[in-house]
T-cell receptor, first 115, second 114 residues
Framework: AQSVAQPEDQVNVAEGNPLTVKCTYS??????LFWYVQYPNRGLQFLLK??????LVKGSYGFEAEFNKSQTSFHLKKPSALVSDSALYFC?????????????FGSGTRLSIRP | EAGVVQSPRYKIIEKKQPVAFWCNPI?????LYWYLQNLGQGPELLIR????????DSQLPKDRFSAERLKGVDSTLKIQPAELGDSAVYLC????????????FGPGTRLTVL
């Protein structure tokens, strides 16, 4: 069965510092991985995805994520945090090439950037 | 292009009452999803449509929940009767088709059952 874990409920970072939001996954085959962001009272917004190829994926708003197959991780990163990055972040996984599988979302990590 | 539209944004009802949520996906998007999001949790899929066909409704509590997408465009999700535990945010999302997993989410409907 597919699963995704976000081990941190909250991450606190000072503005200008690098940030990392952690995600680990479990699928039977090859993973299709996503990051979404949710601002208050708004729906989720797509940030980036990994299918195949380069392990470092670049996305919206200066975010990037690194796929690590041996550690089954897909951590979200940004070199320099902004206060406006404060939001709820969701990692999601789907099994690639499986038409029957569906996207499973993690429980979310609240990112708080202090000025 | 316009995003996914959902209405109402907020709904407060008493338990045992019926309630309906409406979603209009992005034009041209064949795949439509309904999710339930509890406070502090990630979205959980309720039902997925490919055009007008419900292709994955295994997580939909069919004793009280129903959904339709009659013309393969907009969709309605209904709860009858509502229970206290149904209080949550109901999200609608759409995608161009099954292979495009970048889903575009609406703002959601926050349901409170008293």
């Amino acid at each position: 069965a597919q699963s995704v874990a976000q081990p941190e409920d909250q991450v606190n970072v000072a503005e200008g510092n690098p940030l990392t939001v952690k995600c680990t996954y479990s699928v039977s085959g090859n993973p299709y991985l996503f990051w979404y962001v949710q601002y208050p009272n708004r729906g989720l917004q797509f940030l980036l995805k990994y299918i195949t190829g380069d392990n470092l994926v670049k996305g919206s708003y200066g975010f990037e994520a690194e796929f690590n197959k041996s550690q089954t991780s897909f951590h979200l990163k940004k070199p320099s945090a902004l206060v406006s990055d404060s939001a709820l972040y969701f990692c999601a996984v789907r099994e690639l090439y499986s038409s029957a599988s569906k996207i499973i979302f993690g429980s979310g990590t609240r990112l708080s950037i202090r000025p | 292009e316009a995003g996914v539209v959902q209405s109402p944004r907020y709904k407060i009802i008493e338990k045992k009452q019926p309630v309906a949520f409406w979603c209009n996906p992005i034009s041209g998007h064949n795949t439509l999803y309904w999710y339930l999001q509890n406070l502090g949790q990630g979205p959980e899929l309720l039902i997925r449509y490919e055009n007008e066909e419900a292709v994955d409704d295994s997580q939909l509590p069919k004793d009280r929940f129903s959904a339709e997408r009659l013309k393969g465009v907009d969709s309605t999700l209904k709860i009858q009767p509502a229970e206290l535990g149904d209080s949550a945010v109901y999200l609608c999302a759409s995608a161009r088709d099954r292979t495009y997993n970048e889903q575009f989410f609406g703002p959601g409907t926050r349901l409170t059952v008293l």
